[in-house]
């Protein structure tokens, strides 16, 4: 995963999983990502995570957020 773009839809897809567990809209997914720079954290390592489970990336996600201090919001049962 070289090109920037695959980047943006590689975040674009992390929103999407994101949103859907943890019941958001997408904007308040995004915003919530920005806000704790986890966004950052997904494209930065993008290479590694897209060969990953979706499960794997929101769990991922979820632990960025407690090692940073920031907590994740509710899943969606």
Not at 21 to 29: D, F, I, L, V
Not at 43 to 56: E, I, Q
Request: hydrophobic share 45%; glycine share 6%.
């Amino acid at each position: 995963m070289k090109k920037p773009t695959e980047r943006v839809w590689f975040l674009a897809l992390c929103v999407e999983l994101y949103k859907h567990a943890k019941g958001m809209s997408g904007r308040e997914a995004f915003d919530f990502l920005c806000r704790a720079g986890a966004v950052d954290y997904l494209t930065d390592c993008a290479d590694a995570l897209h060969a990953t489970g979706h499960l794997y990336i929101i769990e991922s996600i979820d632990e960025y957020l407690a090692a940073h201090g920031q907590r994740a919001p509710a899943a969606v049962e």
